[in-house]
């Protein structure tokens, strides 16, 4: 699972030209590739449980909460 976050902060700094600030970040650009279909539904929920797990909170979540 490691070589696949590792590839993901690549592409983020490739695509934004900055690592990602926070693990939510990471975790928003790659809902952004889920919904624009540039990945499968198999491959985003590996990454997605992995990064939760490691404290990434779902900005929809969060936006849900304060209200």
Same mark, same amino acid.
């Given at each position: 699972?490691?070589? @696949?976050?590792?590839?993901?902060?690549? +592409?983020? /700094?490739?695509?934004?030209?900055?690592?990602?600030? &926070?693990?939510?970040?990471?975790?928003?650009?790659?809902?952004?590739? @889920?919904?624009?279909?540039?990945?499968? +539904?198999? /491959?985003?929920?590996?990454?997605?449980?992995?990064? &939760?797990?490691?404290?990434?909170?779902?900005?929809?979540?969060?936006?849900?909460?304060?209200?």
């Amino acid at each position: 699972m490691f070589m @696949y976050v590792k590839e993901l902060m690549t +592409l983020y /700094e490739t695509d934004r030209n900055e690592p990602p600030a &926070t693990i939510n970040h990471l975790l928003d650009f790659y809902q952004c590739k @889920y919904i624009s279909g540039q990945i499968d +539904l198999s /491959e985003y929920m590996k990454i997605y449980y992995y990064l &939760t797990k490691h404290g990434a909170t779902n900005a929809h979540d969060t936006i849900i909460n304060r209200t």
